[in-house]
């Protein structure tokens, strides 16, 4: 089995890694210092599963032209994710799996309207995980797991193999016949926490021990529950009611890395996170005023910089 891992960042780093470890046909495609890296020391991870160094790897600078893969996973940060599928569509002479493990709904809904005729795979990473300043990848923690499935079909023969055959080597990615569910899940939260930390500059600890923004929290939720009824998901119990528990047990100090990366004076993905949600909810014509103060507000914060 051949897969084509772009963007070699936390998750790419870390699923790659376990790939890697266990033989398979792996090659990554990395950007500047990190294809440097990459080329001269090879890929380290460290984790509380366990470390994995493999010293030697197969990385590249562009996708490769004129080759077919069997698995695509694309981890690029949102801003690059249109690019990054202009290219596929470009090289690749097959019909790969692609799972994006992008934040959100965008990357799904694109790829279903950009490449019709592969069947679109949605994806959700459980995993806190980053690249420090030495260049290797860090797992804070033993959370790692990876939903993935198709996103408008529940089966798919080639990717639920592979998922029972990467668990058997410790790498848990869960097919799951409800992806859809698990990615308006996440985003309900992610939406609210990566907006309000960035906006308010402050942890979710903070935020929540602030009754007024902890409404805003709330409310921003609320309201990507609201616009996930309009693309037909629908949940076993109430989302926001389950992230509301999950919060009390995160760390106070715990924060978006929209946050960090404002802080760092970097990209953000802010149109594609609260950003998509005043878009989308514009279009079907329903009111998200948390959202949108979100937006206009962090957008000033960048103009006062710039």
């Not at 963007?7 to 294809?35: C, H, M, P, Q, W």
């Not at 090879?42 to 984790?47: A, I, M, N, T, V």
């Not at 950009?114 to 959370?143: C, R």
């Not at 037909?232 to 926001?240: E, L, R």
């Amino acid at each position: 089995m051949k897969i084509l891992v772009i963007g070699v960042g936390g998750i790419g780093g870390f699923i790659g890694s376990y790939l890697v470890n266990n033989n398979y046909d792996v090659t990554f495609v990395a950007r500047e210092k990190r294809l440097s890296f990459l080329k001269t020391n090879g890929l380290k991870l460290e984790s509380e599963l366990g470390e994995i160094y493999s010293p030697k790897i197969k990385v590249t600078k562009e996708i490769p032209k004129e080759e077919s893969f069997d698995i695509i996973i694309n981890t690029v940060k949102l801003y690059d994710f249109d690019s990054v599928l202009d290219e596929i569509q470009n090289k690749i002479k097959n019909k790969p799996v692609i799972i994006p493990f992008q934040n959100g709904i965008y990357a799904e809904e694109k790829l279903k309207k950009k490449l019709p005729n592969i069947e679109t795979i949605g994806a959700v990473a459980q995993i806190s995980v980053f690249v420090d300043e030495n260049q290797i990848i860090k797992h804070i923690g033993k959370l790692a797991t990876f939903f993935v499935g198709g996103y408008d079909v529940q089966e798919n023969k080639l990717l639920e193999d592979f998922c029972k055959n990467v668990e058997k080597t410790g790498l848990k990615i869960i097919f799951k016949k409800n992806i859809k569910e698990k990615i308006w899940e996440k985003f309900i939260f992610l939406s609210a926490y990566s907006g309000m930390t960035t906006f308010f500059l402050k942890p979710i600890g903070q935020i929540f021990e602030d009754e007024v923004l902890k409404k805003k929290f709330i409310d921003a939720m609320l309201e990507t529950y609201n616009l996930s009824k309009k693309f037909g998901v629908s949940f076993k119990s109430d989302p926001v009611e389950f992230w509301l528990e999950k919060i009390k047990n995160m760390p106070f100090n715990m924060t978006s890395s929209m946050h960090v990366d404002f802080n760092n004076n970097k990209k953000l993905e802010l149109d594609w996170l609260s950003g998509s949600i005043v878009t989308l909810s514009k279009k079907y014509n329903i009111k998200c005023p948390t959202h949108r103060e979100i937006v206009e507000g962090i957008k000033k914060k960048l103009n006062n910089f710039s």
